[in-house]
């Protein structure tokens, strides 16, 4: 007579409901996640079953339980998996895990910041984040911004809705302050990559003090009337007309490129020391009346045309 043992029942029929929560699942949409972690408790009520049955049709005084232990264990392990994903549902952790994984690189453009600009206001202070900026001088009389954002995302909807949630602006005497804002992220493992390609338009006839942040700074000042001062950029590239009246002053950076003869470069420093050399660098069109002063800074480009 073939000996039953408890958990050779229970293992076939674990297996046969997870097939069919599996297959149910590929013709009705559900959720493998959820599938995953909704159908484990099957199998303690079917291996509560089994151990019923086993005590009814044993028909012994005092039956004694005897376990297929290879089975047992290998419903132990399908019931674990179960019960890590349902605990890794319940801590959020499985919601951001299932984000990650239909992440998708999305464009989006910027809403438009703008600021009207009056005979008060005689300075811009710019503060930039790490990303990636085109400074231009304009005719308007008004500072305005626009551009584009990059992000990993699941979701369709724009991360930013309004230009309150990357600038800010405050007036402060005759002083315009704005500031660029970090786009909204998450840290630790569930960290996304972000890129925002942005243009700032200046009033040419004010004075601008950009506060780099190590990003990438472009610079038109076109037919610029005042003087501007950038501090503290990865790198800047300069576009110049060469009609313009403009003294460009690169001071301490490590490396200027431009067409041959355009700048004039000073240098010091030890090359094999651990220091390096540091240049100071000066281009000048026309009378060059109006400066651009450039500091701290590893990379200055000139282009004239």
Same mark, same amino acid.
């Given at each position: 007579m073939?000996?039953?043992?408890v958990g ?10 997870l097939?069919l ?7 009705l949409?559900?959720?493998?996640v959820h ?8 199998l303690?009520i079917v291996?509560g079953i ?10 012994q ?30 801590t ?10 239909a ?5 989006f ?8 600009m ?12 790490g ?11 008004? +500072?305005s911004?626009?551009?584009? @954002?990059?992000i990993?995302?699941? =979701?369709?909807?724009?991360? %930013? &809705?309004?230009?309150n949630?990357?600038?800010?602006a ?7 302050y ?16 972000q ?6 338009l ?13 990003n ?27 009609t ?27 090359p094999?020391?651990?220091?390096? +050399?540091?240049r100071?660098?000066? @281009?000048?069109?026309?009378?060059? =009346?109006?400066?651009?002063? %450039? &500091? ?9 045309n």
């Amino acid at each position: 007579m073939r000996t039953w043992r408890v958990g050779t029942f229970s293992m076939g029929a674990s297996l046969v409901f997870l097939g069919l929560f599996l297959f149910l699942s590929h013709f009705l949409g559900f959720d493998l996640v959820h599938v995953m972690t909704a159908w484990w408790p099957i199998l303690l009520i079917v291996l509560g079953i089994e151990i019923l049955l086993y005590l009814f049709f044993s028909r012994q005084e005092k039956p004694f339980l005897k376990y297929d232990f290879v089975s047992i264990i290998f419903v132990g392990l399908l019931g674990m998996v179960g019960i890590l994903f349902a605990t890794l549902s319940a801590t959020g952790i499985m919601g951001k895990v299932e984000e990650v994984v239909a992440r998708e690189e999305r464009s989006f453009e910027l809403p438009d910041f703008s600021y009207q600009m009056d005979d008060s206001i005689k300075r811009v202070v710019l503060r930039t984040v790490g990303y990636q900026t085109t400074i231009e001088a304009t005719d308007e009389k008004e +500072v305005s911004m626009f551009g584009t @954002y990059r992000i990993q995302t699941a =979701k369709k909807e724009k991360l %930013i &809705t309004s230009a309150n949630d990357y600038v800010y602006a405050n007036k402060k005497g005759d002083t315009l302050y704005i500031n660029v804002k970090t786009l909204p992220n998450e840290l630790g493992p569930f960290y996304s990559h972000q890129e925002i390609a942005s243009t700032i338009l200046i009033p040419k006839g004010v004075q601008l003090e950009v506060i780099g942040n190590g990003n990438e700074i472009m610079l038109n000042p076109r037919s610029l009337e005042n003087d501007w001062s950038i501090n503290g950029a990865g790198s800047i590239d300069v576009k110049v007309a060469e009609t313009s009246n403009l003294n460009i002053e690169a001071v301490g950076v490590g490396e200027v490129n431009g067409k041959d003869g355009a700048w004039q470069v000073t240098e010091k420093g030890d090359p094999s020391g651990m220091e390096g +050399v540091e240049r100071n660098a000066v @281009y000048q069109s026309g009378e060059g =009346k109006y400066h651009i002063n %450039i &500091t701290n800074t590893h990379y200055v480009s000139l282009n004239t045309n």
